[in-house]
């Protein structure tokens, strides 16, 4: 699998790729990455629940820089992003099923996807959630096999702190158009409607409601 992990780091190394805070990370060795089978398999979820929850418990000792951690799987076949969008929610909510067992949801954001301050929740831990995988249609969301990425929120709401967000996010946006050759039209602030639409990456329809639940 180590193939399919380098793989994975050339794409987000590329020149052209758009995310400078994942560069940033996985340059100072921030991003941890698991290889699991099946997106639609739940023979892994313990394994990935018990990675995030060491990728947890280091995070919560540093105080800056962007941290990830990536789930690969590569024994996916090609997928549609409906048919991405669907195993990906269904591999989200089972991993929360067996989080909640032990942990209660992170207080500082909402655990109804619909609302505005939602955001996905492990072991107490608030993460903003990116699906990548090859049939996306944004070029910046295309990756050699499908992938979950757990960005910690708490690291933005630092950026915000130090006012150092919004330049950030500029430049992610300049580069996404420059990469993608358009404006994302499913990017937005935390705060103005749930990041869920975020997660997956497909495009939705005017008035379109995310099928996502918890």
Request: with cysteine; aromatic share 12%.
């Amino acid at each position: 699998m180590e193939n399919i992990i380098e793989s994975f780091k050339e794409m987000v190394l590329d020149k052209a790729f758009p995310c400078v805070a994942a560069k940033d990370a996985l340059k100072k060795g921030n991003v941890q990455i698991l290889t699991a089978t099946h997106l639609a398999c739940p023979h892994d979820d313990q394994r990935i629940l018990d990675f995030i929850y060491d990728f947890i418990k280091k995070f919560r000792k540093q105080d800056k820089g962007f941290h990830s951690v990536v789930i690969l799987f590569p024994h996916t076949q090609p997928l549609s992003e409906v048919e991405f969008e669907a195993y990906l929610f269904q591999r989200l909510k089972a991993l929360r099923a067996l989080d909640a067992k032990h942990f209660a949801y992170d207080p500082r954001v909402s655990d109804n996807p619909q609302a505005k301050n939602f955001s996905f929740s492990l072991m107490e831990e608030a993460f903003f959630i990116i699906g990548l995988h090859p049939g996306s249609s944004r070029p910046a969301r295309q990756s050699p096999v499908p992938a979950i990425v757990f960005n910690p929120h708490v690291q933005f709401e630092r950026l915000r702190d130090e006012e150092r967000y919004e330049k950030m996010k500029a430049i992610v946006r300049k580069k996404d158009v420059e990469y993608s050759g358009s404006t994302n039209p499913m990017l937005m602030d935390f705060g103005d409607r749930s990041e869920v639409y975020q997660y997956s990456g497909r495009q939705y329809a005017s008035g379109e409601r995310c099928p996502f639940n918890l």
